[in-house]
């Protein structure tokens, strides 16, 4: 089959250049006319592993082509992001305008699958925006939800390797999505239906979300208590049936702290916990602002001058280079705002992609105070008396 990818982003890219490699031919689309020069030239403008090598082979080879603008293809997949907007309500703008750039090109027979983050429900209705266009493909195109699951950083592996569920809005449109997925996918294929497949995606992260707020609300209790959380949490991790996460400075990243909402927003009534996951991890940052604040504060009135802090990382989690929806980044902010004195640490990202930051050694050889936001492993082994703030475990004391 000729495939059509609408969006080149973090999933859109791999996954049409995944697709490419096994012998399709593809079209990739992006409303950016930057990403579709960079790609036709066989480069890309994300940062992940191995991907380069394999976007320059299928572009070389000729089965994968950017283009601003869509084609007439036997499947069409969309991987355009779902952000949220006022009151956490999910902004579906970006699908719906993937769904309306590719209505003239639908022949019939077309199979049209959605991998974006979406709440329930929306398969069907993009069903229904394609059909008051075109009312003669009634029964005669087929639609199916398939959620991405990879972690950046390892997403060509997984992209193949994954079990995916599927989920058409009948039952020949689930067997021609999972025929489609049989192309690249190594991971096992669960067929069950569109509704079943949206919310599977939004309760994976939801389920993570609600396991990170129970390790972090329990960093605040012991904290109070005078227990040391990591040592705790080993121990109570040496049940057979027990299994508690790592606390942190907050949840960051682009889907863990946004997807719970698509539940949240939508069936208010029934989704308290969900609720109260996702305010105790936010919460847990402005925890962690407002200790370091106390720790300057008790510091400046015992020397007489402000103490000069070093922010260990600022990556939105442990061994990536990646800033968005930081949880170290809104610390680091809130902090400047106070007129605190920083030097910012970020081992990922040396070489001069940053100019702002201080090198490590040096970090903790000026400062007066070291707070370690993200556990990178560069600071396992970091030895010091100075004053510290562990709000990651990596001191483990
Ligand atoms: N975190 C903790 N403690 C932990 C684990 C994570 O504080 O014990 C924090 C991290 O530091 C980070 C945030 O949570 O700030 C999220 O990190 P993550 O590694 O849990 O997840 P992401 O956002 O990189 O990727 C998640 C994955 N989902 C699940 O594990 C259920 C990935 O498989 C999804 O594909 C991805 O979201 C997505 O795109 O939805």
Known sequence: ????????????????????????QVTGVDVSQDVVNTINKGEIHIVEPDLDGLVHHVVKKGRLKASTKPVEADVY??????????????????????????????????????????????????????????????????????????????IIYELEHNDRAIGGINESSTQKAMAFYKHFVKGELHATNARTAEMCKLVENASRDGQIAFANELSMICDKAGINVWKLINLANKHPRVNILQPGTGVGGHCIAVDPWFIVSEFP??????????????????????????????????????PLIACMGLAFK???????????????????????????????LQNGRAESLTDQKEAVKKSDIIVFLVAHKEFQNIKTDKPTLDFCGVLKE
């Open 318 to 348: 442990p061994n990536i280079d990646d800033l968005r929806e930081s949880p170290a980044v809104t610390v680091v902010e809130a902090l400047k705002m106070e007129g605190l004195e920083l030097l910012k640490v970020e081992p990922n």
């Open 77 to 154: 997949l969309i991987a355009v992001p779902t952000p949220f907007k006022e009151h956490h309500k999910p902004d579906l703008r970006f699908v719906e305008s993937a769904i309306n750039s590719i209505i003239p090109y639908l022949k019939p027979a077309a199979l049209i699958i959605i991998e974006s983050t979406s709440p329930v429900g929306t398969t069907e209705k993009m069903q229904d925006i394609i059909l008051s266009h075109r009312p003669e493909l009634k029964g005669n195109i087929f639609m199916a939800y398939c959620p991405e699951r990879v972690l950046p950083g390892n």
């Open 1 to 24: 089959p000729t495939v059509v990818m609408i969006g080149l982003g973090y999933i859109g890219l791999p996954t049409a250049a995944l697709i490419a490699g096994k012998g399709l």
């Open 269 to 306: 009534e029934e989704s308290k916990l969900m609720r109260s996951a996702r305010e105790i991890n936010n919460y847990k940052t402005q925890w962690v602002i407002e200790k370091i604040k106390n720790k300057a504060l008790a510091f400046e009135i015992e020397n007489k001058h402000k």
